[in-house]
Every structure is written in C-alpha cells, then in structure tokens.
C-alpha cells in the first residue's frame, strides 16, 4: 500500500459494541495512517456512526481498545479527547444556531485557550491577549481559508445548509485537530457544493497536515480523494484498503447490491422459515 | 445613523460599545448616574439604591438561567448567604465592609457549586425543585441558628469608610451604584470570552459541546459559582442598605422576582437583566402611585395593593411570554435597527 511506511495516529483494535442484544460494532479493527484521508463507508446502519460516536467518547466499547497518537484512549472523556487533538463534525449539523459564525468557530479553541474566571470577569492582560490573537487566527488562517468571510458576523441558524457544514468544518479545525473526523460532510449538498467541500478537505490535508477519517455515502468523491478505504457491514469490517482494491471486492459488491443468486436467497428465505 | 463600519483591527471588531453613538449614550448615561443623587429626592434614591441591588442579582441569575440554561430558584437564597454573612462579620468582628461584602460573596459561591452538583443529571423543572429545596435548608438553618439570630434576625451597625457611616441613601448610593456597575462590566466581559462562549454552548446543546472540550459539570458549577457569587454580592449590599436580616428577607417570592425580572428583560442578554430588574423593581411604585391617585373614588385602594401587585406581577410575566417573548431587550433592539439607516431608510 502506498502509505504503508507512515505510522498510524488511530488505532482501532478489536473494538465491540452492544447496545442490549444488538451488535452495533463486533471486532472491528482499523487504522489510519498519518497524514492520510480515510473513509469508512457501508449500507445503512452498518455501524458507522456508533463507531465514530465510539472513537469520540460518547459509547463506551464492551471489549477493544482505540489507541490514538500512540496512547490509549480508554477511559478517556470526550472533552479530553478533544483536547487531545480529536475533531468532529456531526452528520446532522450541531452548530450553535443563535451564536454568530465567529463565536460558533471560537468555540471550537476552548480546550486551547487557558483564561480563567477571573481574567475574563476583567478582561485584561490574559484574556484580552487570547482573545485577540484567537480573532486574528481564526480570522486569517480559516474564515479566510474556507472563503466564509461574508457571513462571519451572521447567526448561524440564517445560513444556507452548504454554507452551515462548511462553519461547521470551520469549527472542527479551530480545535487544530491532529484528526479530523467527519460525518456525512457533503450528505445533502448538490454537485457545486459537493466539488468545494472535496476540494477543502483535500486542502486541509495538504496544508494543514491534519489526518481525515470521514463517513461518506457518496462514492464518486469518496473513491476521488480517499486514500484508505474502510467497508462495515453490520457491524463488521468486511473490506479495507486503496480505493480501486475495494471497489472491485466480491463481499463489498455483495453487501451494496445484495448475493448474485436470486435462487440461492429463496432456498435460504425457505430453510430460515422451516 | 449608521452608515457603515469601518474598523482597522480585530480589538475594536471585538469592543462592548462598538460605534461612537454607542460611546456617546454611555458617558451620557454615567454622567446622569453622577449627577443623579444632586438632584434626586432621599426617596429616588432609594429606588435606584434597590434598582442597582435588583440589576446585580438579576444579573447573576441571567448568566446561570439566561445563559447556562440552568433554571434556578434560589437566587433569593443565596442573597441570604450574602447578607447575613455580611450581619454577622460586621456585628461581631467589624472589619472593613468591603471585605466583608467579599467574604459574603465567596461564601454564598461555595454554597452555589454544591446546589449546582445535581445540574448534571437533572435539568429544567427537577432542577428547579433541587435549588427550592436548598432554599428551604437554608432558610430553616437561618430561622434556627442563634447565630443568625434565630427568628428575630440580626440588626447590624452601618458600613464605616474612614470612621464616616455609610447610612444615609446618599452615601449608600456611592456604595451601591459603582458595585453593581463593576458587577455588570464583568459579566458583559465573562461572557466574550471562551467561558461566556461555554455556557452558550451547554444551553444550546451539551452533547456538542463536549466535543469541543468542554467540560460539562465544570462549566456548570462554574456558572453556578459566579450566579450566586452576585446574589451574595448584592445580598450584602442589601444587608448595609437595610441593616435588617431576618429569615423572612429573602423569601422564594424573591427567587421568582428575579426569575421573572429576566423573562421580562430578555433572558440571555446583558442589557435584558438591567431593564427587567429595573423595570420589576419600579412596577410596584407605579402601583402604589395609581393607588394613590384612586383612593379620594375608592378609599380602599391601598389595602388592595398588595394582592394586586401580585396579578400584575403574574400577569406580566403571562404577557411577555406571550407577546414578546425575548424581553423588554426586544422593543430596545427594534428601535435600534429602525434608526440604524434613518433617515436614508426606514
């Protein structure tokens, strides 16, 4: 594999999850090679999102390990984890719809950022400071990077949906994320909106530095920008590997368009019912 | 009026007051504070006295209901903690008011993280009922405590700077007035920075939040610390105001004068805690005022005056949900942008 040299920065291992009875992840093990983009695809309700809500810290996994940058992330809450250097967009947009642009983006360095109560009931020295080299940072490194500086003072609920995933980005990477995990980032958006969002995270990855490990239906861009591609299908890692490989692969064919033989699914349906 | 911003550096994008007229009515509006006890009568300054303790605990709440979206219902209680610490300081031992209006504050802060502990796992009402809970502890704890005077409360000896007593509401307006005003400034600060940017966030949605990293239990006893560290605050202040602490000073209706004080201004605003707090404070001199004016036609006007400060206060609160449900703040924002363009639009 082409980036087989480089060590991984996440490292899933063995990972299990149950909700009840229902297997949502079983023995799912990956990894992402620094500095790569890697996508996780599979059929509706493969598991994609409990992985991701697993990998940030909201599930807590029955059996595995995740290892992130060397270090073990059991045990860990997800504000630390974000501290950490794991960023998130969400797949239903959580952006703070009241805040203007620039506080929904601010938000985004709070684990970075050490004012305390008192600095911020005075507003002087420290939190001055921060807040000003936090403006002009977020002002010249990303407002102006993602091309948003038109609405950076409008409330985000006024927002077009495209516009509200590209603040919603614009947050992720104010966390200076050592990686950046997105859910669904172009789900809903049409060809225009689809080919800018491509384009900025291929750009995030190539001047930022930042790992991407993304969720994604749509496999024109997916098989376009991804360097590693991970299938799950019911909770199961069925496929890994380069873009090409995976999509030529008989069990990831199988899980998308369902086994060849329409005779061998009714014998089957027949025995399940006998 | 305005035409256009034009500024050349991000400190003065981010400034509280932002445009010269902005600037303007401010020093206009601190000049009036200045020269207002001159020419105001000993009753004025009375109100404004009350006003200013009204706007420091209002906006203490504010920054806990408004912002944090912690509902709270016992502002009135940890006042208490404010006051009487202040009661029994200044009886006892004597030291420098100032002081001791902190170590009030302080104490009623520490009071505010343990109340706060259950805000975790209960919200909304049950959180409600936690904190009247408290209230009740406390209240029972005051009633009964030989140092605190028990049922009969605590007379205490004016605040003293420089050996001159601070007892008339000309001195105490000097006192007053500059606390709640400093009070005000640092929660306008608090909250344009990443703490003020972390309580939005736990109100507008705690799950994304704790992907940034923020901590939730953490933001919210630190907005319950600083929420009853101005209700003791402003308790102390009440406590020199009337030199009386008795358990029946802060009773629950107090905690829903101030709950309701922030609905009428406009929850989660700055400016909507100082107009509701003001506002709620003056309703029941206009009252007395109509009252007055009815007793030569109804002679029994006066002794009405009591329940019907209770309907309107009822009613208002009713009002303002319904017909305008973001505050007084809201009628003051629709002036605003109607002048933003006069004359050149409307």
Same mark, same amino acid.
């Given at each position: 594999?082409?980036?087989?040299?480089?060590?991984?920065?996440?490292?899933?291992?063995?990972?299990?999850?149950?909700?009840?009875?229902?297997?949502?992840?079983?023995?799912?093990?990956?990894?992402?090679?620094?500095?790569?983009?890697?996508?996780?695809?599979?059929?509706?309700?493969?598991?994609?999102?409990?992985?991701?809500?697993?990998?940030?810290?909201?599930?807590?996994?029955?059996?595995?390990? #995740?290892? %992130?940058?060397?270090?073990?992330?059991?045990?860990? /809450? *997800?504000?630390?984890?974000? !501290?950490? =250097? @794991?960023?998130?967009?969400?797949?239903?947009?959580?952006?703070?719809?009241?805040?203007?642009?620039?506080?929904?983006?601010?938000?985004?360095?709070?684990?970075?950022?050490?004012?305390?109560?008192?600095?911020?009931?005075?507003?002087?020295?420290?939190?001055?400071?921060?807040?000003?080299?936090?403006?002009?940072?977020?002002?010249?490194?990303? #407002?102006? %990077?993602?091309?948003?500086?038109?609405?950076?003072? /409008? *409330?985000?609920?006024?927002? !077009?949906? =495209? @516009?509200?995933?590209?603040?919603?980005?614009?947050?992720?990477?104010?966390?200076?994320?050592?990686?950046?995990?997105?859910?669904?980032?172009?789900?809903?958006?049409?060809?225009?909106?689809?080919?800018?969002?491509?384009?900025?995270?291929?750009?995030?990855?190539?001047?930022?530095?930042?790992?991407?490990?993304?969720?994604?239906?749509?496999?024109?861009?997916?098989?376009?920008?991804?360097?590693?591609?991970?299938?799950?299908?019911?909770?199961?890692?069925?496929?890994?590997?380069?873009?090409?490989?995976?999509?030529?692969?008989?069990?990831?064919?199988?899980?998308?368009?369902?086994?060849?033989?329409?005779?061998?699914?009714?014998?089957?349906?027949?025995?399940?019912?006998? | 009026?305005?035409?256009?911003?034009?500024?050349?550096?991000?400190?003065?994008?981010?400034?509280?007051?932002?445009?010269?007229?902005?600037?303007?009515?401010?020093?206009?509006?601190?000049?009036?504070?200045?020269?207002?006890?001159?020419?105001?009568?000993?009753?004025?300054?009375?109100?404004?006295?009350?006003?200013?303790?009204?706007?420091?605990?209002?906006?203490?709440?504010?920054?806990?209901?408004?912002?944090?979206?912690?509902?709270?219902?016992?502002?009135?209680?940890?006042?208490?903690?404010?006051?009487?610490?202040?009661?029994?300081?200044?009886?006892?031992?004597?030291?420098?008011?100032?002081?001791?209006?902190?170590?009030?504050?302080?104490?009623?802060?520490?009071?505010?993280?343990?109340?706060?502990?259950?805000?975790?796992?209960?919200?909304?009402?049950?959180?409600?009922?936690?904190?009247?809970?408290?209230?009740?502890?406390?209240?029972?704890?005051?009633?009964?405590?030989?140092?605190?005077?028990?049922?009969?409360?605590?007379?205490?000896?004016?605040?003293?700077?420089?050996?001159?007593?601070?007892?008339?509401?000309?001195?105490?307006?000097?006192?007053?007035?500059?606390?709640?005003?400093?009070?005000?400034?640092?929660?306008?600060?608090?909250?344009?920075?990443?703490?003020?940017?972390?309580?939005?966030?736990?109100?507008?949605?705690?799950?994304?939040?704790?992907?940034?990293?923020?901590?939730?239990?953490?933001?919210?006893?630190?907005?319950?610390?600083?929420?009853?560290?101005?209700?003791?605050?402003?308790?102390?202040?009440?406590?020199?105001?009337?030199?009386?602490?008795?358990?029946?000073?802060?009773?629950?209706?107090?905690?829903?004068?101030?709950?309701?004080?922030?609905?009428?201004?406009?929850?989660?605003?700055?400016?909507?805690?100082?107009?509701?707090?003001?506002?709620?404070?003056?309703?029941?001199?206009?009252?007395?005022?109509?009252?007055?004016?009815?007793?030569?036609?109804?002679?029994?006007?006066?002794?009405?005056?009591?329940?019907?400060?209770?309907?309107?206060?009822?009613?208002?609160?009713?009002?303002?949900?319904?017909?305008?449900?973001?505050?007084?703040?809201?009628?003051?924002?629709?002036?605003?942008?109607?002048?933003?363009?006069?004359?050149?639009?409307?």
């Amino acid at each position: 594999m082409r980036l087989a040299g480089r060590d991984p920065i996440l490292e899933v291992e063995r990972v299990e999850l149950r909700f009840g009875g229902v297997k949502a992840l079983s023995q799912v093990s990956f990894s992402v090679p620094e500095g790569s983009i890697t996508a996780v695809i599979g059929p509706n309700g493969a598991g994609k999102t409990s992985l991701f809500n697993t990998i940030s810290g909201f599930y807590r996994p029955q059996a595995g390990t #995740i290892r %992130f940058a060397g270090e073990t992330l059991d045990g860990v /809450a *997800a504000p630390e984890r974000a !501290a950490r =250097g @794991l960023a998130r967009t969400f797949q239903n947009i959580a952006l703070f719809r009241g805040m203007t642009v620039l506080d929904n983006i601010k938000l985004g360095r709070h684990a970075h950022m050490r004012t305390n109560l008192l600095d911020a009931l005075v507003y002087w020295g420290r939190a001055r400071r921060e807040e000003m080299e936090l403006r002009a940072e977020v002002e010249e490194r990303i #407002i102006d %990077f993602l091309e948003i500086q038109h609405i950076r003072h /409008a *409330a985000v609920g006024t927002l !077009a949906y =495209g @516009l509200q995933k590209r603040v919603e980005l614009a947050r992720a990477l104010a966390m200076r994320p050592r990686i950046l995990m997105l859910d669904e980032p172009v789900a809903g958006m049409n060809r225009e909106e689809t080919e800018d969002m491509a384009r900025f995270i291929l750009d995030v990855k190539e001047e930022w530095g930042t790992t991407i490990l993304m969720v994604e239906h749509d496999m024109g861009m997916v098989m376009d920008i991804s360097d590693h591609v991970v299938v799950l299908n019911f909770g199961q890692v069925i496929a890994s590997g380069e873009p090409r490989a995976v999509q030529s692969d008989e069990a990831v064919i199988a899980a998308y368009l369902g086994a060849g033989d329409v005779g061998e699914i009714a014998r089957r349906i027949r025995a399940d019912a006998a | 009026m305005r035409i256009g911003t034009l500024k050349t550096s991000y400190a003065a994008d981010e400034a509280l007051f932002d445009t010269a007229l902005q600037r303007g009515l401010l020093v206009a509006l601190l000049v009036a504070a200045v020269v207002f006890p001159f020419v105001a009568s000993p009753y004025w300054l009375f109100l404004a006295c009350l006003c200013a303790i009204n706007v420091a605990s209002a906006t203490g709440l504010n920054l806990l209901t408004g912002y944090t979206g912690l509902v709270s219902l016992g502002q009135a209680a940890f006042m208490s903690v404010g006051a009487y610490t202040v009661a029994v300081l200044e009886i006892r031992l004597g030291t420098p008011f100032a002081l001791n209006l902190l170590i009030g504050a302080g104490l009623a802060a520490a009071i505010g993280i343990l109340v706060g502990i259950p805000s975790l796992r209960v919200k909304g009402l049950y959180l409600a009922i936690a904190t009247i809970a408290a209230s009740v502890i406390l209240h029972f704890l005051f009633s009964h405590w030989t140092l605190t005077g028990e049922a009969r409360g605590l007379s205490m000896p004016p605040a003293r700077l420089f050996g001159i007593a601070i007892d008339q509401p000309f001195s105490l307006y000097w006192l007053i007035m500059p606390v709640t005003m400093l009070m005000v400034l640092g929660a306008a600060n608090l909250l344009r920075t990443r703490i003020g940017r972390a309580f939005i966030a736990v109100r507008d949605r705690d799950i994304s939040a704790e992907v940034l990293g923020i901590p939730l239990l953490r933001t919210k006893l630190t907005s319950f610390a600083i929420s009853s560290f101005y209700a003791g605050l402003a308790g102390g202040l009440w406590a020199y105001f009337f030199r009386v602490v008795t358990p029946e000073s802060f009773p629950l209706d107090n905690s829903i004068f101030y709950l309701a004080a922030i609905i009428v201004g406009g929850m989660g605003t700055i400016l909507g805690g100082i107009l509701g707090a003001v506002f709620m404070t003056l309703v029941p001199e206009l009252l007395k005022f109509g009252a007055n004016w009815l007793t030569p036609i109804y002679p029994d006007a006066l002794s009405a005056l009591a329940p019907v400060r209770t309907i309107v206060f009822g009613a208002l609160i009713v009002g303002f949900l319904i017909f305008e449900p973001r505050g007084l703040v809201e009628i003051w924002v629709r002036i605003r942008r109607f002048f933003h363009l006069w004359p050149f639009r409307t």
